[in-house]
């Protein structure tokens, strides 16, 4: 398996300078101490280590300090170092067993693991959607669901907007009644022309008959002259015989053309007309109206298509847990709502989630680790057990419970690490080297707590969150990778005594010798 063998963290968050290293077959990794010291920044270094930019905030310098680093040493040789300023920006590099670097850095941790922030205490506490989304996103599916869903979010807005039109043409339509059977439109125009000619011969008929009048008026004028110019009589009545003929020969005039009837016959042809438009206009909404209903239908077609698309994929998925299944907008156990499970049963389902989700890089990390009573604990560490996996446990502890202790940024009672360095790694002979050499200091020297009584082995492996051990106070003094508790040396060899009967160590009253530096904690003791 592929778990973390170091972790070194500086100017992170809420750490000062952290340094920790599980030891090999590390199964628990708990980080214990009040709220506020640092405990939760040691999960995120690892994520911000392995993740990337996504998981690195946007100041994730300590206050006060003007640039930060965190080098995870992985059990595989992987070495990763990560140094970013204030406002987040820096560098990565990424180097194999034998220090040569990775041109892609980032994209060889992403090969690496799938999710190591999935946490199955908090996937427990997810709203359904949240959970079905969660697993979804683990669990390779044979199509895009999200494609899917996005394309039945268009079609159904567009479907929506179809329906909308349609209801408005035919709430147009409803207006329109029976316009009932209807023949050839007339054509109007010769009438307009009929009606023209008519009013053309009118108009002439009137200026002539207004002539005629006008010489009317000259002949009543022209005798009445006659009188009163007799020396003109001659003359004049020259001119009223000229005028005598052209009255006498003059043709009758015409009557008037009646337009009456052509003016009805035009309303009635406009009337006719407006009819037929309006049925032309009837027709074509009608056929809107239809090609709308024809659409939506496809549309809702398409979204079953793919819905049943998404539905198949859902069944075919490889679950992580027998009897895990996609529901609708939730996640099924043994075909009931998950929600509706055992707590027992939520834990181990969500671990096993998170177990599958990272089938190479085999750790987790598990946050509020203080809710777990000790039998969700036990489960825990039976599946990390069985699973080699690599548990990383944050929990709040103001006791003697055992683990890595948080206290200001920076592991209790352990010494000053060494800097980061930062353009150099170490090796991986170096790294078991400098492991031995604390450990053979931590057996050599146990370290007591008030000068009474030695604690028990380090990070016990019978220890749950609400173990305590009546006969054995355990100290704030630092242990493996910077751990606030070390075990006591149990036998002339140097290696640290195993208790699992639970008995008491016996006293030892000697005095507390030099801090040991760094000691890596033996396996079996985080099993």
Same mark, same amino acid.
């Given at each position: ?5 170091? @972790? ?20 628990? /990794? *708990? ?25 690195? *905030? ?49 994209? /060889? ?27 979804? %996103?683990?669990?390779?599916? +044979? ?43 007339? =054509? ?23 002539? $005629?009048?006008?010489?009317e008026e000259d002949r009543a004028r022209v005798r009445l002259r006659i009188q009163e110019l007799e020396q003109q009589l001659a003359s004049a009545k020259d001119l009223l015989r000229n005028l005598d ?12 053309? +009646? ?32 090609? @709308? ?16 698309? $998404? ?7 490889? &679950? ?11 996640? @099924?156990?043994?075909?009931? !709502? ?9 834990? %181990? ?5 998170? &177990? ?7 750790? &987790? ?17 039976? &599946? ?12 709040? =502890? ?20 060494? !800097? ?29 707590? +008030?000068?009474? %009584? ?5 990070? +016990? !492996?019978?220890?749950? !969150? ?62």
């Open positions: 398996m592929t778990t973390i063998a170091r @972790l070194q963290a500086e100017n992170y968050k809420r750490l000062k300078a952290v340094e920790i290293v599980p030891g090999e077959g590390a199964h628990l /990794v *708990p980080i214990l101490g009040k709220n506020a010291q640092g405990k939760s920044s040691v999960l995120d270094a690892i994520m911000a280590a392995l993740g990337g930019k996504g998981y690195m *905030p946007s100041r994730p310098v300590r206050k006060g300090e003007e640039e930060g680093a965190i080098r995870l040493e992985l059990s595989n040789g992987i070495v990763v170092r990560r140094i970013f300023a204030e406002d987040g920006t820096g560098s990565i590099v990424v180097e194999n067993e034998e220090g040569a670097r990775y041109p892609s850095p980032q994209a /060889v941790l992403d090969k690496l693991y799938s999710s190591v922030a999935f946490d199955p205490i908090a996937f427990t506490r997810l709203k359904p959607a949240e959970q079905l989304d969660t697993l979804r %996103r683990l669990v390779k599916l +044979d199509v895009d669901v999200d494609e899917l869903a996005r394309l039945n979010k268009a079609d159904y807005d567009e479907r929506r907007e179809v329906n909308r039109e349609a209801k408005q043409w035919e709430g147009q339509l409803s207006a329109f009644g029976d316009v009932g059977e209807l023949g050839e439109p007339i =054509d109007t125009e010769l009438l307009r022309e009929a009606i023209n000619r008519a009013s053309t011969t009118n108009g002439e008929i009137e200026q002539r008959r207004i002539r $005629r009048e006008q010489k003929d052209m009255l006498n020969n003059a043709e009758p005039l015409p009557e008037p053309v +009646d337009v009456s009837a052509l003016t009805a016959q035009l309303d009635e042809a406009n009337a006719h007309n407006r009819r037929i438009e309006r049925a032309k206009e009837k027709a074509a909404l009608q056929a809107r109206v239809e090609s @709308l209903k024809k659409k939506s239908d496809w549309l809702t077609d398409n979204m079953e298509k793919r819905e049943q698309l $998404r539905l198949e994929a859902f069944q075919k998925a490889d &679950m992580p847990v027998p009897g895990l299944a996609f529901g609708e907008g939730e996640v @099924l156990f043994n075909d009931l !709502p998950f929600d509706q499970a055992s707590t027992a049963e939520q834990l %181990r389902v969500s671990t096993a989630i998170g &177990m599958a989700g990272n089938p190479e890089l085999r750790v &987790m990390l598990v946050r509020d680790a203080s809710l777990l009573d000790e039998d969700g604990f036990a489960l825990l560490a039976q &599946m990390a057990a069985e699973g080699d996996f690599q548990f990383w446990m944050e929990a709040v =502890d103001t006791g003697d419970k055992v683990g890595i202790i948080m206290e200001d940024g920076a592991v209790k009672g352990a010494p000053e690490p060494e !800097p980061i360095d930062k353009g150099k790694r170490r090796t991986k002979k170096e790294t078991a080297e400098a492991g031995q050499e604390a450990h053979a200091a931590a057996t050599e020297r146990p370290v007591l707590d +008030d000068g009474k %009584r030695e604690h028990k082995g380090l990070l +016990d !492996p019978d220890w749950t !969150p609400d173990s305590q051990d009546a006969d054995t106070t355990r100290p704030d003094t630092p242990a493996a990778s910077g751990t606030a508790r070390e075990a006591p040396s149990g036998s002339s060899s140097g290696e640290p005594s195993s208790i699992s009967d639970g008995a008491a160590p016996e006293d030892r009253r000697e005095e507390p010798a030099k801090q040991p530096a760094r000691p890596t904690a033996p396996a079996s003791l985080f099993d």
